[in-house]
Every structure is written in structure tokens, then in C-alpha cells.
């Protein structure tokens, strides 16, 4: 099980945690809410090669079972994410593949064919 956030409401958390919050404590940004990897795969595939198999290969380790974030202080503070993981997958996908040949912030990217 992992937590996803999207990027577009993890700097609404951030602008809100800088008007709303001056505490020394730390503060958990996410969403709380957690997918299987094979969730996520799937959500994945459905966005970027619909038709696509999904193959699991279950003989490799599973590693840490669960990573989620209380986020019980940021919420009782009157914050909660707003994208659910499959918009915030789909618009990361559109973007990625709007994004001409060549470089993105100085990196590299193998050109792929649309």
C-alpha cells in the first residue's frame, strides 16, 4: 500500500500551511488515503495503454506493506486534498506527453513515439 498526492495540491498545502500555521511541530501533507500497487498499475495502464496486459511478478518481494501519512493535524486545521489519484495520474500523463522532444528543466528525454 502506498499514498500518492498530486503535485497542484501539495502547493495548495504548502501556501496554506504558510498563511494558516506558525506552530514548531511538524505537519503531515498528504492524502491519508492509500492504493495497492496493483491498484495504481492499473489505474496506470487504463490511463496510458488501455488495452495493455498487466503481468505481476509475485516470486519478489513485497517490501514495506503499508506507507500512509496522518494527516489528522492538517485537517483540523481545514485542509484536505482535493485530486484523486487517477485525475492527478491522467493530468501528469498529459502533461508529460505534451512536452516536446527533447529536454524538460535540462533533462533528457527519449524521444517516443505518439
Known amino acids: 500500500m502506498r499514498e500518492f498526492l498530486y503535485v497542484e495540491d501539495m502547493a495548495d498545502a504548502c501556501v496554506f500551511l504558510m498563511n494558516n500555521y506558525s506552530d514548531h511541530d511538524h505537519i503531515n501533507v498528504g492524502t491519508g488515503t492509500d492504493v495497492t500497487i496493483?491498484?495504481?498499475?492499473?489505474t496506470l495502464r487504463s490511463i496510458v495503454i488501455p488495452d495493455a496486459e498487466l503481468?505481476?511478478?509475485?516470486s519478489k518481494p513485497d517490501g514495506m506493506p503499508r506507507k500512509v501519512l496522518n494527516v489528522d493535524r492538517l485537517a483540523e486545521l481545514g485542509w484536505s486534498a482535493v485530486t484523486p489519484l487517477s485525475d492527478g495520474l491522467a493530468r501528469t500523463y498529459e502533461w508529460f506527453t505534451s512536452q516536446q522532444d527533447g529536454t524538460i528543466r535540462g533533462m533528457e528525454l527519449v524521444a517516443q513515439s505518439r
Open 38 to 42: 496493483s491498484e495504481l498499475a492499473e
Open 55 to 58: 503481468v505481476f511478478d509475485t
